[in-house]
């Protein structure tokens, strides 16, 4: 069963730093973009970064971009976000998630948008708050 699980929420400080993780489950990471996006309550969730299977290609939205940090370790098929800096702004549920990008480029491509992925884990919240 393909499963993917969240780790590393919880309660931090403005300013502070956490490391979430994704882990992979009945399947490897090795040929998946994957994803990090997060849900406030009342909005839409959002992408807030990804990375590519191959190369390692990364995306970061702009409210994110400096303090955050996506990185990949096939070995422990697992993925983490880095989050430095953090703001209440920040605080959201965070959600994993993993696709397969289509065409001969898929190895470099990596996908901002929730519609491309085929794959979700359950999510780990994030507050900010003093």
């Known amino acids: 069963q393909l499963q993917l699980v969240e780790s590393g929420g919880g309660l931090v400080q403005p300013g502070g730093s956490l490391r979430l993780s994704c882990a992979a489950s009945?399947?490897?990471?090795?040929?998946?973009?994957i994803g990090w996006f997060r849900q406030a309550p009342g909005k839409e969730r959002e992408g807030v970064s990804c990375i590519s299977s191959y190369d390692g290609s990364t995306y970061y939205a702009d409210s994110v971009k400096g303090r955050f940090t996506i990185s990949r370790d096939n070995a422990k098929n697992t993925v983490y976000l880095q989050m430095n800096s953090l703001k209440p702004e920040d605080t959201a549920l965070y959600y994993c998630a993993a696709t397969i990008p289509e065409g001969l480029n898929s190895g470099y491509l990596c996908y901002a948008s929730e519609y491309y992925y085929d794959h979700w884990g359950q999510g780990t919240q994030v507050t900010v708050s003093s």
């Open positions: 009945g399947f490897t990471l090795d040929y998946y973009a």
